[in-house]
């Protein structure tokens, strides 16, 4: 696979990855190197990447708590003042090791340390893969409301090792998978239609459709980096969908949802709202509906709960003027963005989840 050049960053791809990466450490001649785990990539990803890492330069680990409870400010601060105590400066590295919330939040934490060190992303789940490690979006959760704490700043490298993937449980796969699903749905028929059958595809489809998934999120990247217009289309899905898991990690009654789980939900009720609205065919809203619950385990909402995620809409980060702004679809590949959506019709499209 070839690699790809996205803005200031450069895409390596498994056999490519550790040559790019030792030949990065030595022309820049970094003063230290930091690696960033947190204890699940600490134990199952860490030797493997340290075992191909090539410098003479000194090499700390730094590890966090695992879980998207542990992506906040707290934890950054915990970070910066390692790298503080470990005498980080200017000419330092950070390499992040592990998956979204490792490398939104190194990310983070390397864009503002000392205004700003380089850093490399070395996602090891297919979330981060292909979503969280490509575009330079970094950030943390306030409290329980996804990413609202953040800004756009590219690593150096990405190198996508797709090893990494046999280290992950199940759900964490279906959890990325539901990323490469929404870029065939906002960007390509075509994409969408290998996905009709995922018991068919080997593991080598499935790095070709990794590969293809960031080439699709890149090109959309590159020509709208800063979520102006078309960069918005990423984001479908995500609405309703950033609101059910910010709703389900604030509720101690409820079972925390992974990132995918939640946007497969917001998916089906956009696109049940997109046939609502902007005449999406309802035959493919109920062939989306039957495909995901085939792929995900439903997830229960009861109706009281309905108006308490509507309710958490007005935090999410496309909204302006007073506005929660969709985006929906017309077809497959052709989306709509800054569409807006009455109560009454989110809940008729809860309805249509539950039914």
Known sequence: MKSITANDSIIHFNDLCYPSLNEHLKLNNFSKI?????????????????????????????????GEEHKTIDTCSGVWNTLSELDADRKSLLINVGGGVITDLGGFVASTFKRGIAYINVPTSLLSMVDASVGGKTG??????????GVISTPNLVLIDTNFLETLPQNQLRSGLAEMLKHGLI????????????????????DELIYESVIIKKNVVEEDPFENGLRKTLNFGHTLGHAIESYFLSNPSKKDLLHGEAIVVGMILASYISTELV?????????????????????????????????????????????????????????????????????????????
């Open 34 to 66: 930091f690696v960033l785990v947190d204890e699940n990539t600490h134990k199952y990803c860490l030797p493997n990447f340290l075992a191909k890492l090539e410098t003479k330069a000194d090499v700390e680990i730094i590890e966090i708590e695992a």
């Open 140 to 149: 943390v959760d306030l409290g329980h409301l996804k990413n609202q704490i």
């Open 187 to 206: 960007n390509s028929k075509n994409y969408w239609n290998k996905f009709k059958d995922f018991s068919k595809l080997t593991l080598d489809d499935l």
């Open 279 to 355: 005449g999406f065919p309802s035959k493919t809203t109920d062939e989306i509906k039957a495909l995901f619950l085939s792929y995900y385990e439903k997830v229960d909402i009861e109706e009281k709960e309905y108006q308490s995620i509507i309710e958490l809409l007005k935090y999410d980060k496309k909204n302006n003027h007073g506005n929660i702004n969709f985006v929906l679809l017309k077809d497959i590949g052709i989306p709509k963005i800054d569409c807006l959506v009455k109560d009454e019709i989110i809940i008729d499209a809860f309805k249509f989840y539950e039914s």
